[in-house]
């Protein structure tokens, strides 16, 4: 857990200053995303570009980060069908769920 993003990207992305896990569950139709802190700026929404399938995070400030890399397709469809997406801040020993928030989504069609 919480390896699955955090690499070295091209792209300015939020991996580079915590840890994060997307969860989805199809059985529960359930999506929350993990990370391992709080970000250093406010968080005030994400974008999911389909374009090429990046989930960009817009802070306060107008600063854009993505994920660093492209959802998996499988991920896309849970994130299509929200207004918003909930974050778990979690503790990475014992996996305990320390503060949890809600933020809004925007989706920008392939065409846009």
């Known amino acids: 857990m919480f390896d699955v993003f955090k690499k070295a990207n091209k792209r300015a992305s939020v991996t580079d200053e915590l840890m994060i896990d997307i969860y989805a569950s199809p059985e529960m139709h359930g999506l ?8 250093q700026k406010k968080l005030l929404r994400l974008d999911l570009d389909l374009r ?10 107008g600063e854009h980060k993505d994920l660093g890399e492209a959802l998996k397709s499988d991920l896309v469809p849970f994130f299509q069908e929200r207004q ?13 769920v320390i503060e949890s928030f809600m933020i809004p989504l925007s989706v920008i069609p392939k065409d846009g």
């Open 32 to 39: 929350a995303i993990l990370i391992d802190k709080p970000f």
């Open 52 to 61: 090429d399938a990046h989930l960009i995070f817009v802070f306060e400030g």
């Open 84 to 96: 918003q997406v909930k974050f778990n801040i979690v503790n990475v020993d014992t996996l305990a």
